[in-house]
């Protein structure tokens, strides 16, 4: 079975600065890693995923996260968040036959000015 | 752009009731799941659906039950709603094929049961 562990609940930071949403991952098998964002009010929507080939991923928005294999990790990072980022992110983890994903508890992005 | 749809958005209902939480989707997919969020906690799928006439329980245990009669149409019934199922509910669909990176989620509903 695979899980996720997002250290950071809430993440505050300014306007402009640079932000990294940290997630680690369990599993004996291969997997196929995503980060989902929520915005108030919204239902979730894809921000990148991982299958295989680069372990450097980028996604929409400017966010982009890197597979490593030996750390089990799959670390959000974005060098200059907006206002409008403000959002609660997931990161997910299913195994390569992809019967159902694993969500982490999620860690929400406050941005102030 | 998701073309999935959650109804009702929000629902406040008295313990005892029997409530039908709607979930249907456009784009033609056959997988469909059931997902249930509490606020700091991990997303936990409680039901999903391979196709018409096919619906299983997730890692979840959850006393509601689903119906796939429709490939479109994957409502969510609680015969009998207590506070315990006070919850943010979840709808997803995903596009067929072998590997199905892709889920489309709904709005949600928030479900508060006095």
């Known amino acids: 079975a695979q899980s996720v562990t997002q250290l950071d609940s809430q993440v505050p930071v300014f306007e402009e600065a640079p932000v990294e949403l940290r997630c680690n991952y369990s599993?004996?098998?291969?997997?196929?890693l995503f980060w989902y964002v929520q915005y108030p009010n919204q239902g979730l929507q894809l921000l990148l995923k991982?299958?295989?080939?680069?372990?450097l991923v980028k996604g929409i928005n400017g966010f982009e996260a890197e597979f490593n294999k030996s750390q089990t990790s799959f670390h959000l990072r974005k060098p200059s968040v907006h206002i409008s980022d403000t959002a609660e992110y997931f990161c997910a983890v299913s195994n390569t036959g992809f019967q159902k994903l694993v969500f982490g508890t999620g860690t929400r992005l406050l941005v102030s000015p | 752009e998701a073309d999935i749809y959650q109804t009702p958005r929000y629902l406040v209902i008295g313990t005892g009731k029997k409530i039908t939480l709607e979930c249907s989707q456009t784009m033609g997919h056959d997988k469909m799941y059931w997902y249930q969020q509490d606020p700091g906690m991990e997303l936990h799928l409680i039901h999903y659906s391979y196709g018409v006439n096919s619906t299983e329980k997730g890692d979840l245990s959850s006393e509601s039950t689903v119906s796939r009669i429709r490939t479109e149409h994957f409502p969510l019934t609680l015969e009998s709603a207590r506070p315990s199922h006070t919850s943010q509910y979840l709808c997803?669909?995903?596009?067929?094929?072998?590997?199905?990176?892709?889920?489309?989620f709904g709005s949600g509903t928030q479900l508060s049961v006095l």
């Open positions: 997803a669909s995903s596009e067929p094929g072998r590997v199905n990176e892709k889920l489309f």
């Open positions: 599993s004996s098998v291969s997997v196929y």
């Open positions: 991982y299958l295989s080939g680069s372990t």
